[in-house]
C-alpha cells in the first residue's frame, strides 16, 4: 500500500493507479483508565504504522460523548507524530463550532509542520450536548456559524496579515489546503465543502431514527445520496482543476466464523449498548445482532465482512475507508490483532472489488445529476 497524501486542490489524474486508501479509527474508550487508553492507543498508532495502514483516525468529542476521551486531539497527535513517520494522522472530527479559528489554524499549523505534512483535518459542528452553553462562542446558529469559522479557517491558514494590525497569522501552513474535511450529514454545508474544494467524511452510524434494524438501510441511502451530492457539486464547482476526497467510516469485527465475531462482538459492545438504551438511542427488547445493526456495524468471517461492506452503496464511491473497533471493552492485544486481519486478509478483497466499482464511478455521478429533480433539503 501507499501512503502518498490524498490533496482535494491538486488537478484530477485520470492515468493514476489509485488503491483504495485505508485507515483506521479509535475512540480511546477501551477503559476507563485515561493514562491506560492514552499510551496504548500511542502503540496502536505504531502497530498501524507497521502493519502499513495509510491514515490512523481519532474521534474527537467534548464532555466524553460516545465514550470518546479526547475532547481536542493535538496533544495526543503531537505524541503520535513524534513516534511515527508515515501514518497519516486524521481528525474525526474536531469540533470548530466551539473554538476560535484563528486560535486553531495555529494549533494545526504546528502540528502539521510536527508530523511533516501527514495531518488529515476533519472539521465538523459537534455532536449536541447540553453542557455547549459553557463555550463562549457557543449560538444558535450551527450551521452559519460552521462555515463562517471553517472560511476563516482558510483564511487564517494562509497567514494573512490581521486586519488593523502590522502582525500576520503565524506560524502559516499553505501546505494544508487540499487536507481539510468536512463531517456533516447537512446538504447544505455538504455543498458548501465541495464549493470550498474540501473533503467530505461520513459518520459510522446513524442519528435518531436511523438507528433501527428496519432504517439501516435508509441511512445507508441517505450516505451514499450525500456523497453523489457531494461529488456532483463539486465537478460543478472545479471541473477537473481539484480532486475530490471522500473519507467513509465503518465499524468492522473480523473473526474466523460469523457466528464467532457475533459472540465477541457482543460482548465487547453490551456495555455500550446498555448505555444507548438507557438514553433512548436503542430501543429496547433488539438481539444482540440487530442491536449491532442499528449501529451500522459489519461483522463475520473476513468473506461475510467483505460481503457486508461491499454492498454498502457508499462504498464504491469513497476515495478512503476508515475501520474501526465499535465502541466498547477490549484489549490492546485484541484491537492490534483485528486491526491486523482487516488488512492482510480483508483488505485486497476489498480493494480488488473497489477497483471494479470504480470503473463505474464517473457515469454513476452523471446518472445522478442527470436525475436531479430538485435539491434535496
Known sequence: MSNGLPRTHVPVNPSADRHLRLGFITHLDHTDDLTRVYAENLQLIQELERLGYDSTWVATRHFHSGWANLPIPFAFYGAAAALTSTITLGTAVVPIIVDDPVRLAEEVSVLDHLSRGRLQLGLGKGVPSTGYHVFARWGTERDNDYLSKVEQLHWALQGEQVPD???????????????????????????????????????????????????????????????????????????????????????????ETTEQ?????????????????????????????????????????????????????????????????????????????????????????????????????????????????????
Open 165 to 255: 494590525s502590522q502582525v500576520r497569522i503565524h506560524p502559516p501552513n499553505h501546505d494544508l489546503r487540499g487536507r481539510i474535511y468536512h463531517g456533516t450529514s447537512t446538504w447544505s454545508t455538504i455543498r458548501r465543502a465541495a464549493q470550498l474544494g474540501d473533503g467530505f467524511i461520513l459518520e459510522r452510524f446513524g442519528n435518531g431514527d436511523e438507528r433501527t434494524p428496519a432504517n439501516r438501510p435508509a441511512f445507508l441511502k441517505r450516505q451514499s445520496d450525500s456523497i453523489l451530492e457531494y461529488r456532483a457539486e463539486f465537478a460543478r464547482a472545479w471541473g477537473t482543476a481539484r480532486t475530490p476526497h471522500v473519507v467513509l467510516s465503518r465499524s468492522a469485527w473480523p473473526a
Open 261 to 377: 465475531a457475533l459472540v465477541e462482538v457482543s460482548a465487547a459492545t453490551r456495555e455500550w449498548n446498555d448505555v444507548a438504551r438507557s438514553v433512548g438511542r436503542l430501543p429496547e427488547g433488539l438481539t444482540p445482532a440487530d442491536e449491532l445493526i442499528s449501529d451500522n456495524v459489519a461483522w463475520g468471517s473476513v468473506d461475510d465482512l467483505v460481503a457486508d461492506l461491499t454492498a454498502d452503496p457508499s462504498f464504491p464511491l469513497t476515495d478512503e475507508l476508515v475501520l474501526g473497533l465499535h465502541p466498547g471493552r477490549y484489549t490492546l492485544p485484541l484491537a492490534i490483532d483485528k486491526a491486523r486481519t482487516l488488512i492482510e486478509d480483508a483488505y485486497p478483497l476489498l480493494d480488488a472489488k473497489w477497483r471494479r466499482a470504480r470503473a463505474t464511478l464517473g457515469d454513476r455521478v452523471a446518472a445522478y445529476e442527470a436525475s436531479r429533480t430538485s435539491v434535496p433539503a
